[in-house]
C-alpha cells in the first residue's frame, strides 16, 4: 500500500498569512493527488486535484504543486473560513490512502 | 444537485451486524463508482471498499476484508455496506464517496456521514 505522510500535523497562523501544507507518498504516484478540506462535524469537500488543478468554486487563494513523491497546498492569503482540517488522499491505485490530516488552527 | 444520504448507523455490540445505506439524487448513479470512507473520532480518514458502476468490480481495505460486502440497487440508486463481525476499531463515522469509474478520479462528493459505534 502507498503510505501518505502529511505536515505539519498542526499549524497555527493568523489571518493573511501564506500557508504551505506538505505531503509525500511512499511511491511515485504521478499527479494522482488530491487535497480535501474537512470542518468539525462536516465531511470532506474536495479542492485540489491531478495534484494542481482546482475545483470549480474553490476561491483562487488555494493552489496545489507537486508530482511524483512530494506534493504542497498553499494557501496564499489565509480566510476566516479556512480553518480547517487539510487531508491529501493518492488515487493513482487501489487502496487509496490518505495522510493523516494537518489541522489549521487560528493563531 | 447531487445528493448522498447515509443512514443505518447504530450502537451495536462486538461481534454484531449492522447495514448502512445511502441513497442518492441529482446524477446516474449507474455511471459512477461508490466508495465507503470510514473516520474514526478525532482521527485521519480511511478508504474501506470501492464498487463499480456495474457492480463487477469490488476492492476492500484489509482490515475489513472478509467481514464487510459492499452491493448496490442501481434500479434505487442506493449503495449499501453489510457490516459483520463488528469490532471496537470499527467504531467510526462512515461516508459514502462517489467517484468516476473511469480512470484516475478523486473522489468529488460525500454524503454527510452516518455513526457507527461499537460497544459493549
Keep these: ?107 | 444537485e447531487v445528493q448522498l444520504v447515509e443512514s443505518g448507523g447504530a450502537l451495536v455490540q462486538p461481534g454484531g451486524s449492522l447495514r448502512l445505506s445511502c441513497t442518492t439524487y441529482g446524477f446516474t448513479f449507474s455511471s459512477y463508482g461508490m466508495n465507503w470512507v470510514r473516520q474514526a473520532p478525532g482521527k485521519g480518514l480511511e478508504w474501506v471498499s470501492v464498487i463499480s458502476g456495474s457492480g463487477d468490480v469490488i476492492y476492500y481495505a484489509d482490515s475489513v476484508k472478509g467481514r464487510f460486502t459492499i452491493s448496490r440497487e442501481n434500479s434505487k440508486s442506493t449503495l449499501f455496506l453489510q457490516m459483520n463481525s463488528l469490532r471496537d476499531e470499527d467504531t467510526a463515522t462512515y461516508f459514502c464517496v462517489r467517484k468516476e469509474w473511469v480512470g484516475n478520479a478523486p473522489f468529488d462528493y460525500w454524503g454527510q456521514g452516518t455513526l457507527v459505534t461499537v460497544s459493549s
Excluded at chain 1, 493527488?33 to 479542492?47: H, M, N, S, T, V
Excluded at chain 1, 494542481?52 to 468554486?57: A, H, N, P
Aim: some cysteine.
Design chain 1, 1 to 107: 500500500d502507498i503510505q501518505m505522510t502529511q505536515s505539519p500535523s498542526t499549524l497555527s497562523a493568523s489571518v493573511g498569512d501564506r500557508v504551505t501544507i506538505t505531503c509525500r507518498a511512499s511511491q511515485n504516484i504521478n499527479k494522482w493527488l488530491a487535497w480535501y478540506q474537512q470542518k468539525p462535524g462536516k465531511d470532506p469537500k474536495l479542492l485540489i486535484y491531478e495534484a494542481s488543478s482546482s475545483r470549480s468554486g474553490v476561491p483562487s487563494r488555494f493552489s496545489g504543486s507537486g508530482s511524483g513523491t512530494e506534493f504542497t497546498l498553499t494557501i496564499s492569503s489565509l480566510q476566516p473560513a479556512d480553518y480547517a482540517t487539510y487531508h491529501c488522499q493518492q488515487y493513482g491505485s487501489y487502496p487509496y490512502t490518505f495522510g493523516q490530516g494537518t489541522k489549521l488552527e487560528i493563531k
